[in-house]
């Protein structure tokens, strides 16, 4: 079965201040724009690839932009893997697919960009 999904850098949707700490109105400008974008074509899974970045999220950030993409939940109704680097603090990643899961959003971190795939064109 033929499975499409788009592939987010986190450049693209997550804006910090120079003191890397996240910038929340631009931020939302973004992932508005990124909703606009996926609504035209729901079908499309997304997998979010964070690897080339530093984590600068709090736990707090995390949590405010799970409920940032709640206000989109049209575009994002289908599957979220996000692709993390070796850096990476899986911990938050855990924090961040349970937070989601709690709004009904179906998202798995992944440390292997194969398995975050395969993951993504399973259609069980």
Known sequence: ??????????????KTKSS???NLNE????????????????????????????SVLSLSDIFTIVNEVGKFRKAFRKK???L???S????????????AG?????????GDFEEAVKWLADTE
């Open 84 to 86: 993390l680097g070796p």
């Open 27 to 54: 931020t939302r400008k973004v992932l508005s724009k990124l909703a606009d974008l996926n609504s035209d074509d729901p079908v499309k899974e997304i997998l979010i690839d964070i690897r080339e970045t530093e």
């Open 80 to 82: 979220i893997a996000v």
């Open 20 to 22: 890397g700490e996240l």
């Open 102 to 110: 709690n709004r009904g959003f179906n998202v798995n971190a992944f």
């Open 88 to 99: 990476h603090d899986f911990d938050k990643a855990r924090f961040l697919e349970m937070c």
């Open 1 to 14: 079965m033929k499975t499409e999904f788009k592939v987010v850098k986190t450049k693209d949707f997550l």
